[in-house]
């Protein structure tokens, strides 16, 4: 439970610290902190408009990634408090669940008949699909360390360890950074503030959302960042007690959020045909993690 | 002689062009294009006569620093051969003709609607049924992007024909901008409404337009500017030019997400434009150019102000560039984006940064110098590759020579003469033709005017240079990830409203 209720306040504030990252590396005053919270609940008190052209796919399309995403985030433990739901090989759960969300706003996008959209919907499944080799070599190794099969458990299990799963933890930081990065369609690989439809991802596909809709969509990706962010601030704390544990994940998530902002300030969005080679460097970074475990475990002979 | 040779801002009587038949005025004008690299089609348009047409061809050489005139009569029905046949860079003039008046080409490649004006021949063609180019396969899809903007510049239709992300052909349909503006230059109206007309042909070379129609009409009326006036005109044009690269260069850093480079220059640009408002009253120099007239003389005091503005504007712009130039995710952006290839450049007559930024030496400043351009022994900035750094690149280099023209200029600063009565300037002389070619921050622009008999304006006609260059950006963004199309787009800059007048 405990975790739920740290990842919903960590969302509430994730977006609105990038967002005044980013304004004051530019030299401006940048909007309140919770802008993107009153943002959603102006969204939230308005209708939705649907085009004529979509049918019920694009209805139900949000809500379903609305869910899917408040699925996922019940997964996710926090130190050695269980998420709401735990079991053997919920990490899969974590993956597929998040797929099946992004599944939909895919064929949503596509449903509205746009050929904006369709791109934007090619792109996101292609990046997804390569970032999933990435997250499952990832957490497999992770599995294989610890020798459990749940989030739960691997994280626990994981702070025992000598200083090399420490080496560890910190590259699965960086991939579990970028993989966040590529899901909630942040820079480099996606410019969020961009008003160019053929240069989008995320952004084109939910161009013909409204109202209710888009601020369950918008709710959907804060959480998801905050989402990522508690995945790596338990790569770290293990057992150590609340008192410590629940100051850390706060930190852990700001300096998530302002080194996002600065990334954004201080570099361009790469080249479109450079991104598939970066998200499979990802899976190659993993693959170091998988080496580097099988190390540990003395595999080799 | 078959064409009559004449300098910048030359007046001469329309009697004097000489006439020759249709088939010698095609040999001529295609002929003279291709003799050496230096001639390209500055005008060519056609002034109605009743049932007949008379058809002017401006062809300037830039080596020569002449602008040959030529011209030919022909019947509104007849059907012709077209110059585009053997040279592209005519493309557009004879398409506009063909628009405008209903004269045939028999072997025009691309013989579509230009801007849809109001008193076009075929009312039929409306602009909602632009016949655009498609290729019927199943792997290939269309994106049409506009006419509505998503952001908040103006409207345009751009149809892609892509393979996946990658862009094989892209057609631009331009239109929506159409005002009429040359046939408003007929209309009997003060001298002042007529130059506030040419700064609003295109709102971001206000300076280069109302210079050019300064110009034509003081070419005109035999009225010669002094040394002042020549004087605020190149400073004028010179602070255009920086003001608006740089914010391009912002614009530019917006389009590649990078947030720095988008505010600082941002913010760059505003000292500049400001100083114009403090010269003249309005940001973007509307007011400043009057023909005959000097409203707002540079004093020296102004002087001392664009000097300290100058002076803190340039280690920031300077510090700003090197960061941005020695940004990997930067460079990757722009390197071998959008390329326009010299060939192709020269081919469909670009003009202006975008020509040089191919490798195209195309510069009015020193082709054929107006204002005081003559005494600043302008050197054009040349960039080979012809892809968006070149283009960057440029501006970049071309803010550099602006102030160090500014800074040249600045150190002396002419006496303003006891102020003019501009009486001598209501009428212009009967019967003449005249040409003012003006190099604005995009390029060439070139205005040309005829007068009736009794000394009104029978026919005004204005060249923007978005005019050939729109094809320079349909040609950049072949083979080219359609998600780089914006970036592209932006480094060009192209005028809506100047093509569509």
């Given at each position: 439970m405990l975790s739920v209720l740290l990842i919903v306040i960590a969302a509430i504030f994730f977006t609105g610290i990038i967002i005044r990252t980013k304004s004051l590396a530019s030299g401006r005053k940048g909007p309140a902190i919770l802008q993107p919270v009153r943002d959603v609940i102006r969204l939230f008190r308005k209708g939705v408009v649907y085009s004529e052209t979509t049918s019920f796919v694009f209805q139900i399309a949000p809500t379903i990634y609305f869910a899917s995403v408040i699925m996922a985030m019940l997964v996710v433990p926090f130190g050695q408090s269980r998420g709401v739901l735990s079991f053997n090989g919920d990490f899969i759960f974590f993956a597929y669940v998040l797929a099946l969300g992004k599944f939909f706003t895919i064929i949503a996008a596509m449903d509205t008949g746009s050929s904006f959209e369709g791109m934007g919907a090619s792109r996101e499944a292609l990046y997804s699909m390569f970032a999933e080799p990435a997250f499952f070599i990832l957490m497999g190794s992770l599995a294989l360390l610890s020798g459990h099969t749940s989030f739960h458990e691997i994280f626990a299990a994981l702070h025992i360890g000598s200083q090399i799963s420490y080496a560890l933890a910190a590259l699965a930081t960086f991939v579990l950074l970028m993989i966040s990065m590529i899901e909630s369609s942040r820079m480099p690989i996606d410019d969020p503030k961009t008003h160019l439809e053929l240069t989008m991802i995320h952004e084109v596909m939910i161009l013909d959302n409204s109202g209710?809709?888009?601020?369950?969509?918008f709710t959907a990706g804060y959480i998801k960042f905050a989402i990522y962010g508690a995945l790596i601030v338990n790569l770290f704390i293990g057992v150590i007690p609340y008192e410590y544990a629940i100051p850390s994940f706060f930190a852990i998530q700001f300096v998530m959020?302002?080194?996002?902002?600065?990334?954004e300030s201080f570099m361009a969005r790469f080249r479109m045909n450079h991104n598939p080679q970066f998200i499979v460097a990802l899976t190659s970074v993993s693959l170091l993690i998988f080496f580097g475990v099988l190390l540990i475990l003395q595999k080799f002979m | 002689?078959?064409?009559?040779?004449?300098?910048?801002?030359?007046?001469?009587?329309?009697?004097?062009?000489?006439?020759?038949?249709?088939?010698?005025?095609?040999?001529?004008?295609?002929?003279?294009?291709?003799e050496t690299a230096g001639r390209h089609c500055v005008n060519y348009f056609g002034y109605p006569e009743g049932e007949k047409i008379l058809l002017i061809c401006c062809i300037a050489d830039d080596d020569e620093h002449v602008i040959y005139i030529?011209?030919?009569?022909?019947?509104?029905?007849?059907?012709?051969?077209?110059?585009?046949?053997?040279?592209?860079c005519f493309e557009k003039f004879e398409r506009e003709i063909h628009e405008n008046y209903g004269v045939q080409y028999s072997d025009h490649p691309w013989l579509k609607p230009v801007r849809y004006a109001h008193d076009r021949f075929d009312?039929?063609?409306v602009i909602s049924n632009y016949p655009f180019y498609?290729?019927?396969?199943?792997?290939?899809?269309?994106?049409?992007?506009?006419p509505i903007h998503a952001g908040i510049i103006e409207p345009g239709h751009f149809r892609?024909?892509?393979?996946?992300?990658?862009?094989?052909?892209?057609e631009i349909q331009l239109g929506y901008q159409h005002r009429g503006i040359e046939k408003l230059f007929l209309a009997e109206k003060p001298l002042n409404q007529l130059a506030t007309l040419a700064e609003n042909i295109a709102g971001d070379t206000t300076v280069g337009h109302s210079v050019a129609f300064a110009q034509v009409w003081e070419s005109l009326t035999g009225f010669e500017p002094g040394r002042d006036i020549d004087y605020a005109r190149t400073i004028a044009l010179e602070l255009e030019r920086i003001a608006i690269h740089t914010g391009d260069l912002s614009a530019v850093c917006t389009d590649i997400a990078y947030q720095l480079g988008s505010s600082v220059f941002g913010r760059l640009r505003t000292p500049i434009i400001n100083f114009l408002q403090e010269w003249c009253g309005n940001r973007l120099s509307k007011g400043l150019i009057r023909p005959g007239l000097n409203r707002y003389p540079l004093t020296s005091e102004l002087a001392k102000r664009l000097t300290v503005v100058l002076d803190t504007f340039e280690p920031d712009f300077t510090e700003m560039n090197k960061e941005l130039f020695n940004m990997p995710s930067a460079l990757s952006r722009f390197e071998r984006t959008g390329v326009v290839s010299t060939e192709d450049a020269s081919a469909i007559g670009a003009v202006g940064m975008t020509a040089r930024a191919s490798g195209v030496v195309r510069d009015t400043r020193v082709s054929h110098p107006h204002c005081l351009y003559s005494e600043l022994d302008h050197k054009p900035i040349v960039k080979r590759h012809g892809d968006v750094y070149s283009r960057v690149t440029i501006r970049k280099k071309e803010v550099f020579q602006s102030i160090k023209y500014i800074r040249a200029l600045l150190e002396n600063v002419p006496e303003v003469p006891e102020l003019q009565s501009s009486s001598i300037l209501k009428t212009p002389c009967a019967d003449l033709f005249t040409i003012s070619l003006v190099e604005g921050w995009r390029g060439e622009i070139c205005h040309c005017a005829i007068t009736g008999s009794n000394g009104k304006l029978i026919h005004y006609k204005i060249k923007d240079p978005s005019f050939h260059n729109w094809m320079a950006l349909a040609l950049s963004v072949r083979n080219n990830e359609i998600s780089d199309f914006?970036?592209?787009?932006?480094?060009?800059?192209?005028?809506?409203s100047g093509h569509d007048l």
């Open positions: 209710f809709d888009l601020g369950l969509i959020a302002v080194s996002i902002g600065l990334i | 002689m078959h064409y009559l040779t004449i300098k910048n801002n030359q007046p001469v009587p329309v009697s004097d062009i000489p006439e020759i038949s249709y088939n010698a005025f095609l040999i001529l004008n295609t002929g003279m294009v291709v030529s011209s030919s009569v022909v019947d509104i029905h007849s059907e012709l051969h077209s110059f585009t046949a053997k040279q592209l009312k039929t063609n498609s290729i019927d396969s199943e792997e290939l899809h269309e994106v049409g992007v506009g892609f024909i892509c393979n996946g992300e990658q862009i094989l052909h892209l914006p970036i592209c787009n932006k480094s060009f800059n192209l005028s809506y």
